[in-house]
């Protein structure tokens, strides 16, 4: 299987459609539709176009998980380092001259449209990875292919963190710890990684961070400094979710959105709403639809051609485990809460965008995993 | 050591190890939301139902303001405000039909306010519906104990403890000190910070340093059910307040209220200044008559409102800055200034008078029909001849004159940290062209010669002039702010001082400065001066009368009707070789410089110098003169004033 050639697969096979797993794509674009649907039943009262304008985000997410489909993923890994190199470039530029918007300069304003190269640079950096990993099939990490990963990823997380934008630098940490599960790393470089974390942390306390930033960490680390903001929210949301019981109060009849009570209702904490509305029946409904979507990718990931594709799906679900356990974890206060939303399902463009990408690819890992198509 | 094993089956066995990590996850979540929706569904359905947070803003104490000697000129009183909670209202009317009507008529007898101004009030007001409005302002107690004793029946109403905008001297120093009142849209849009029903400052220091002033409101949240009715406070997300700081004027508490004193004793309308000329700083600022600014900080007086715009001394306008007058004599200083700058005169330089002269072919009289014989400018500034001032504009002209004039801040804002300053003029051969599209006459020079014309100018900007003669070199931007305070617990934790700002140079010849003074001195001080009534024992007064005609010089032989009477101006500065104090008086219909204006100016040197004051007759603990004060007595101009 590695005795191939990139340059034997690289011309688009004629494929006939119905070899697509519909059961992955379906499963997405299903999570997609409930998702639409808890962000109408939590906005349409306060008339704004939240609802509209998921419906437009999903449809571009759905063009863009064509075309990362259509195309061979190897024309992507190749093309990998060139649409890394080119994300690194706007995240350089966004530290040198980006606009500072909510305290962050994380966004390109192109006219009246606007996103985060931080959110696609996630798929690049996985895209290189997976690259890297195509020509490294050692059953354990060596230092130095070590120290590659940690600059693969390192550079945009550094990049990311001066913006500054903890939350989405952190969810980059998925991706590290699958390249090096995946990988496979002895203890010593454990120890090392350790060693790394304690002595950045403290140094970047003291050196680099504002007074917001560390008020930022405080408070997630202990919700009660700020009880209008976590520890409101997560009261307002397990209220939410507890007062659904087991059948839930009906779509558009949750109360705790609707009164206000539940801050962020349509982009963190959708899931209250949906916990809210649906009872417990739709909890476990949602719960098993990405369980069902995980559990097929780990399939995707072990029948895949190469082991680029293996990693390469790996990389991007683990993008969706640490996004839902998070999330979901944090509705109920098992973990403290973080602006990080729930894939597929939170109201949102960069985000929306960036998981139907991650759709489209695993998809087209599973689509070619036969050689002689 | 090392074992081989075959990569591929590593990473499967990798995957496998994580996949079913992630089962056992996804098992244990949704355990926990069945335990949360069903073993605890019914405590947290309680919960919802009796579970909401009303922010309630507490609002910040504004700062204190203080005169130059630390005495307090505005602080704040404890008052209670009644709020009214919109939607408990609706919630009550649900329940029990026809609640609303029996609250209106409960608090109509409670507060003696009719029925339909509460209506008025509520529909008028632009609190948001799912905020507290205020309804009433300024409860008394027995009115506080009746609400209170009736909150069970009508859960709507609620009584607020507020810090209340308290001006302790009434119509003191009102124009300085403004007044606050609630933020408008446009406010809102110009300061995102404000919310409605916030109070602002609207005139004088209270707008010009209304951010320093303000503070930064804090936020209390209230825990109530689904009624609106609240069950406790969430005190762990209370923020406290923080305090506006205090503002310290410049203003001195004793001459100012003697020179507002002066003006209520002789029921006069006009304005006075009183300034520093070695810093700019605003010692004493009148406007007469006054209004009382604790009446426009009250949210619900439509009808003092009407009272306040209809009355036609327009009390609300500061006329030390937004008067515009003629100068009258007052202008020949300016004149004599200008002469000695651009050498058309020196200290010796004679002209003789003789009642009357011609100039671009025309006849212009002295005021002194016998005329004055030979002036030289002591002289002539003594005794105010127009001749001699005639026979300078016409060396001059009109645009050196305009020139100078604007050096001394005539025809611009002098910048003083006070809302609406107006500019005044000062004309020239250009503005005649582009203001007026006409050609500027000569002899229209000849009349600005001796403050007539065109030329318009105020309190501020004439003691403004007087300053850089007193002080010899520069004209200084006046200033009312003299430090800002920011208090914590009674201590005193940051400072601010505002550091004198000198707007032009101007470099009079020693000897022209000295005739200057020397000349001024005169006026005061010697027989035949015409203001020998600012004269004080010990002190070297030095100053300029200055009448403004409203009417034509003929056929004034009778008492004239109060608003053809002239204006009287007195502008002055002692003591004469190190000057402290400027004062400038103006009256409007006020009759003769010398006999109307120049007697507060020395009453305010005699103060300031501690010489030969009758201190006993103003007396601010008299209560008599203090209802006076605090009622804001308007004065009945068009009686004569007794025998000034």
Not at chain 1, 223 to 248: C, H, M
Not at chain 2, 606 to 621: C, E, H, P, T, Y
Request: hydrophobic share 45%; with cysteine.
């Amino acid at each position: 299987m590695l005795a191939r050639t990139s340059s034997s697969v690289r011309s688009l096979p004629t494929r006939t459609l119905f070899r697509l797993d519909l059961n992955f794509i379906g499963t997405a674009l299903i999570l997609a539709a409930i998702g639409c649907m808890a962000v109408y039943s939590a906005t349409w009262f306060q008339g704004t176009p939240h609802f509209q304008r998921q419906i437009v985000w999903c449809m571009v997410g759905i063009a863009l998980m064509v075309l990362f489909i259509v195309l061979d993923y190897h024309v992507y890994l190749d093309a990998s380092m060139i649409l890394y190199g080119l994300c690194m470039a706007l995240l350089v530029y966004l530290v040198i001259w980006g606009k500072v918007t909510a305290n962050v300069r994380s966004w390109i304003h192109i006219g009246a449209f606007q996103f985060q190269p931080s959110e696609f640079m996630k798929i690049f950096t996985a895209l290189v990875l997976a690259k890297y990993f195509e020509s490294n099939d050692s059953p354990y990490l060596n230092f130095r292919s070590f120290m590659m990963i940690v600059l693969i990823i390192g550079a945009p997380v550094a990049l990311i963190i001066i913006q500054p934008d903890f939350g989405t630098a952190a969810s980059f940490f998925p991706l590290i710890a699958a390249a090096m599960y995946f990988g496979g790393i002895r203890a010593r470089y454990w120890l090392v990684a350790l060693l790394i974390v304690a002595i950045a942390i403290p140094s970047a306390w003291l050196l680099f961070l504002e007074p917001y930033q560390k008020e930022r960490i405080m408070i997630f680390l202990d919700p009660e400094r700020d009880p209008l903001g976590s520890g409101y929210q997560v009261t307002q949301a397990k209220i939410a979710i507890g007062s659904g019981g087991l059948f839930g109060k009906g779509f558009k009849e949750g109360t705790q959105a609707r009164l206000e009570y539940l801050p962020a209702k349509h982009t963190d904490f959708i899931f209250a709403v949906i916990g809210e509305e649906w009872g417990f029946v739709g909890v476990v409904v949602v719960l098993g639809l990405f369980l069902f979507l995980i559990l097929q990718a780990f399939f995707i990931s072990k029948q895949a051609r190469d082991r680029s594709g293996t990693f390469l799906v790996i990389a991007l679900i683990s993008f969706f485990v640490f996004h839902i356990i998070i999330n979901v974890a944090m509705q109920i206060g098992l973990l403290p809460t973080t602006g990080i939303p729930l894939p597929l399902i939170s109201y949102g463009g960069s985000s929306t965008m960036m998981f139907f990408i991650a759709i489209g690819l695993i998809a087209n890992v599973d689509f070619r995993k036969y050689v002689n198509a | 050591m090392r074992v081989y094993r075959d990569e591929q089956k590593a990473t499967q066995l990798r995957i496998n190890i994580l996949m079913w990590g992630i089962v056992v996850t996804f098992f244990f979540l949704a355990g926990s939301f069945w335990y949360v929706q069903a073993v605890q569904a019914d405590r947290f359905r309680e919960l919802s139902e009796s579970n909401a947070l009303r922010a309630v803003p507490i609002r910040a104490k504004r700062g204190l303001i203080l005169d130059r000697n630390g005495k307090i000129l505005a602080d704040n009183q404890p008052a209670y405000t009644l709020m009214l909670m919109r939607p408990d209202v609706r919630q009550m009317e649900k329940s029990e039909p026809g609640h609303s009507a029996k609250l209106l008529q409960f608090l109509s007898e409670a507060l003696q306010i009719p029925v339909e101004e509460l209506e008025r009030r509520i529909g008028a007001s632009k609190v948001p519906i799912n905020q507290p409005m205020p309804l009433a302002e300024d409860l008394t107690m027995v009115q506080v104990a009746e609400v209170e004793s009736h909150t069970l029946e009508f859960p709507a109403i609620r009584i607020e403890p507020v810090q209340r905008r308290n001006y302790r001297y009434g119509t003191m120093a009102a124009h300085v000190l403004g007044y606050i009142g609630e933020a408008t849209e446009k406010d809102m849009e110009q300061d995102p910070t404000l919310k409605l029903a916030d109070l602002v400052g609207k005139k004088g220091v209270e707008l010009v340093y209304d951010k320093v002033l303000r503070g930064i409101d804090g936020t209390r949240y209230e825990v109530v059910d689904t009624h609106g009715r609240t069950l406790s406070e969430y005190s762990a997300a209370r923020r406290e307040p923080i305090a506006g700081r205090n503002v310290h004027l410049t203003l001195d508490f004793d001459l100012q209220r003697r020179a507002e004193q002066y003006f209520l004793d002789n029921e006069m309308v006009g304005a006075a200044v009183a300034l520093d000329p070695r810093n700019g700083e605003i010692l004493a600022m009148v406007s007469s008559p006054a209004f009382n600014p604790n009446v426009y900080s009250r949210r619900f007086t439509p009808d003092v409102w009407k009272t306040i715009l209809s009355n036609p001394f327009k009390i609300e306008v500061n006329r030390a800055i937004k008067g515009g007058y003629s100068p009258g004599s007052v202008f020949k200083i300016v004149m004599g200034m200008a002469g000695f700058e651009y050498g058309v005169i020196n200290p010796s330089t004679t002209f003789h008078c003789a009642g009357s002269a011609s100039f671009f072919g025309r006849r212009f009289r002295c005021w002194r029909a016998q005329g004055h014989g030979d002036m030289n400018f002591e002289r002539a500034i003594k005794v105010s001849c127009d001749i001699y001032f005639y026979n300078v504009g016409a060396l001059l002209g009109v645009d050196r004159i305009a020139e100078y004039a604007r050096k001394l801040t005539f025809g611009e804002r002098t910048k003083i940290d006070l809302e609406g300053e107006i500019s005044g003029l000062v004309p020239s051969t250009e503005w005649a062209e582009t203001k007026q599209n006409r050609k500027w006459y000569q002899s229209e020079t000849i009349s600005v010669a001796i403050g007539q014309g065109p030329l318009v100018v105020t309190v501020l900007q004439t003691a403004n002039m007087m300053a850089a003669i007193a002080n010899g070199n520069q004209v200084m931007r006046p200033h009312v702010l003299e430090e800002i305070h920011e208090v914590r617990d009674e201590k005193l934790i940051a400072r601010q001082v505002v550091e004198p700002e000198v707007l032009h140079e101007i470099s009079l010849e020693p000897d022209a400065l000295a005739a200057m003074r020397e000349g001024l001195w005169k006026v005061v001080n010697e027989l035949g001066g015409t203001g020998r009534n600012a004269r004080v024992e010990g002190l070297d007064v030095c100053g300029k009368t200055g009448t403004v005609q409203v009417i034509a010089q003929s056929g004034r032989k009778q008492e004239l009707p109060f608003k053809y009477k002239d204006h009287a101006w007195f502008a002055s500065f002692a003591p004469k070789d190190e000057p402290e104090m400027v004062v400038v008086v103006f009256v409007e219909h006020g009759g003769g410089g010398g006999s109307d204006a120049a007697p507060l100016a020395k009453e305010l040197f005699a103060a300031k110098f501690g010489q030969g004051s009758n201190l006993d007759r103003i007396d601010l603990s008299d209560p008599e003169t203090l209802r006076k004060l605090r009622e804001g007595a308007l004065p009945q101009p068009g009686q004569p004033t007794q025998g000034r």
